[in-house]
């Protein structure tokens, strides 16, 4: 199975990735970032495995960026991607590209708090339990079918950094164990329902 991932910030769900396939039949044929100098491409790097980047602003509008960084995708033929912390919305053309072969995590239960900031949304909103969800990426923001959702209870008076990184260490436990199945198994999408899929049980 070739897997490509992409990301944007320090990296933490990818290296949990490359670190739970190892000796696995899953290989990560790219690490892609919108940003040159994200972190995560020096873990990448680390790991050998190859990385790129591409930013909107290099290039004339929005369409053309997505055209280039689907074609750029394309180009090592992966089976999955995951957007393991990719903080870009991924264009139409992406979309309709992989559509279905897609996989992205957000820290909230959606559709509850969708966008870039779903841990602080939902402290600020002052909701008890959040978590995270993992579902397959459609031409919305955050509205893909669900795959799997986790809920965390909301502690008092607890720091956005503090809840987040709780949630982000279900979503690294989560995110291999969904990767792992998917090596030999088989998602079954029936409109917005997906089955066919056993969470781990920690
Ligand atoms: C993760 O919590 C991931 O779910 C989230 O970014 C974090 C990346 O952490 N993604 C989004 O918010 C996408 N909207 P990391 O850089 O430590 O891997």
């Given at each position: 199975?070739?897997?490509l991932?992409?990301?944007?910030?320090?990296?933490?769900?990818?290296?949990?990735?490359?670190?739970?396939?190892?000796n696995?039949?899953?290989?990560?044929?790219?690490?892609?970032?919108?940003?040159?100098?994200?972190?995560?491409l020096?873990?990448?790097?680390?790991?050998?495995?190859?990385?790129?980047?591409?930013?909107?602003?290099?290039?004339?509008?929005?369409?053309?960026?997505?055209?280039?960084?689907?074609?750029?995708?394309?180009?090592?033929?992966p089976?999955?991607?995951?957007?393991?912390?990719?903080?870009?919305i991924?264009?139409?053309?992406?979309?309709?590209?992989?559509?279905?072969?897609?996989?992205?995590?957000?820290?909230?239960?959606?559709?509850?708090?969708?966008?870039?900031?779903?841990?602080?949304?939902?402290?600020?909103?002052?909701?008890?339990?959040?978590?995270?969800?993992?579902?397959?990426?459609?031409?919305?923001?955050?509205?893909?079918?669900?795959?799997?959702?986790?809920?965390?209870?909301?502690?008092?008076?607890?720091?956005?950094t503090?809840?987040?990184?709780?949630?982000?260490?279900?979503?690294?436990?989560?995110?291999?164990?969904?990767?792992?199945?998917?090596?030999?198994?088989?998602?079954?999408?029936?409109?917005?329902?997906?089955?066919?899929?056993?969470?781990?049980?920690?």
């Amino acid at each position: 199975m070739r897997l490509l991932l992409l990301a944007s910030g320090t990296g933490s769900l990818v290296q949990a990735v490359i670190d739970g396939l190892a000796n696995t039949g899953v290989e990560i044929v790219a690490v892609g970032s919108d940003l040159a100098d994200a972190p995560v491409l020096d873990r990448a790097r680390a790991a050998d495995i190859e990385v790129f980047s591409a930013h909107p602003r290099d290039y004339a509008d929005r369409a053309a960026w997505d055209q280039a960084f689907t074609e750029t995708v394309a180009g090592y033929s992966p089976d999955w991607i995951v957007s393991a912390g990719f903080m870009r919305i991924l264009g139409a053309s992406f979309v309709s590209r992989f559509g279905g072969r897609i996989i992205n995590t957000h820290p909230a239960l959606l559709p509850a708090f969708p966008g870039a900031h779903g841990v602080r949304d939902a402290l600020d909103y002052g909701a008890k339990v959040t978590g995270t969800t993992i579902h397959l990426v459609d031409e919305g923001v955050d509205t893909g079918p669900i795959i799997a959702q986790f809920p965390v209870v909301i502690e008092p008076n607890e720091t956005e950094t503090v809840l987040h990184e709780r949630i982000k260490a279900i979503e690294r436990r989560e995110l291999v164990h969904l990767l792992r199945f998917l090596e030999h198994g088989t998602l079954e999408v029936s409109g917005r329902h997906v089955s066919g899929y056993t969470p781990s049980a920690p």
